[in-house]
């Protein structure tokens, strides 16, 4: 069965200090792997995608990279506008259409 | 550019009413999809439409329904509702232009808060 984990559950960092989100993932082969950010009542925003082990994407203080077991979503020099619920969700290649298997997500709060 | 469109945006439901979320995207996409959001879980795909004409059942389709209108519509109905369907739903859309096993990332709208009581 696919799988998707997300850890920390929750974090709070100060503004300024940097960490990383992962996401861990259990396919029988990876079409895609997809990073979303979701704000209090919102949808989910899309970020990024990466298609291969060893692929590194970048948006601003955002990089999110991945191996073949799992991804991380690196912020560097927070701001307390980077706060937000990070969504991890990969592409099983054995899923016919466009079906999505979601993480549960990570709760990034940045203080000031 | 709205991007993709959900109404309502907050429903109260009493066990047994029905009701149909719409939804509307205006970027020309073939791929539609339903999802529910629970706390503690990640989105669910409910039934998705990969092209105009098509729907196919996703992780948890009992209890609804879904018609594809046309190209820009996917609604999502609620026969007899549930406490059990108290949820967010979501609608999303991807081009899927190069068919179902396309990479494209799916944009979602702001979401369907449902409580039913």
């Excluded at chain 1, 559950?9 to 861990?24: D, F, P």
């Excluded at chain 2, 995207?25 to 409910?46: A, K, T, V």
Aim: proline share 6%; net charge neutral; glycine share 8%.
């Amino acid at each position: 069965e696919d799988q998707v984990t997300q850890s920390p559950e929750a974090l709070r960092l100060q503004e300024g200090e940097s960490s990383s989100l992962n996401c861990s993932y259990t396919v029988s082969g990876l079409r895609g792997l997809f990073w979303y950010r979701q704000d209090p009542g919102k949808g989910p925003e899309f970020l990024f995608t990466l298609y291969s082990a060893g692929e590194e994407k970048e948006k601003e203080r955002l990089k999110a990279t991945l191996t073949k077991k799992e991804s991380f979503l690196h912020i560097t020099a927070p701001k307390p506008e980077d706060s937000a619920t990070y969504l991890c969700a990969v592409h099983p290649m054995d899923n016919y259409g466009q079906n999505f298997v979601f993480g549960p997500g990570t709760r990034l709060s940045v203080l000031p | 550019n709205a991007g993709v469109t959900q109404t309502p945006k907050f429903q109260v439901l009493k066990t047994g009413q029905s009701m149909t979320l719409q939804c509307a995207q205006d970027m020309n996409h073939n791929s539609m999809y339903w999802y529910r959001q629970d706390p503690g879980m990640g989105l669910r795909l409910i039934y998705y439409s990969a092209s105009e004409g098509t729907t196919d059942k996703g992780e948890v389709p009992n209890g609804y329904n879904v018609s594809r209108l046309n190209k820009r519509e996917f609604s999502l109905r609620l026969e007899s509702a549930a406490p059990s369907q108290t949820s967010v739903y979501f609608c999303a859309s991807s081009e899927g232009r190069r068919g179902p096993y396309s990479n494209q990332p799916q944009h979602f709208g702001d979401g369907t808060r449902l409580s039913i009581l």
